[in-house]
């Protein structure tokens, strides 16, 4: 089992969804964060004063899946998230040891 975490442009989120809905998963956790990458944040104008925005606003998404599962995962939040430009994000893949559903018990396989 994988944990796969996504860190993406906001205006991604739901391309990423439908995207990650249409080779079958079902699930996802989703969560606002603020980062940045090598763009460094950047500065702005306010009322004639300059200022800087050191961190950007993302999403991050994690999805639990099955090992067989990763390269459809990945593919499909790489080419729903990607425009191209400095600071689409980046895609983090963990191992996972175990995964237990709260509610019935399951584990494994099974609680995905």
């Given amino acids: 089992m ?3 975490s996504a860190v993406i ?4 989120l739901d391309d990423v969804r439908q995207g990650l809905s249409e080779i079958g998963i ?5 969560t606002e964060t603020k980062g940045f990458g090598r763009q460094k944040g950047h500065t702005e104008l306010y009322r004639g004063a300059e200022y800087v925005i050191d961190f950007l ?7 639990a899946i099955n090992d067989d599962q990763l390269d459809a995962v990945i593919e499909s939040i790489t080419k729903s ?17 175990q995964i237990v559903r709260i509610r019935t018990g399951e584990t494994g396989s099974d609680a995905i």
């Avoid at 079902?26 to 989703?30: R, S």
């Fill in 81 to 97: 998230a990607g425009t191209g430009k400095i600071g689409d994000g980046k895609i983090f893949v963990c191992n996972l040891e």
């Fill in 9 to 12: 442009k906001p205006f991604k």
């Fill in 26 to 30: 079902q699930g996802m956790t989703v």
């Fill in 57 to 63: 606003p993302k999403i991050k998404i994690e999805v």
């Fill in 2 to 4: 994988k944990l796969v």
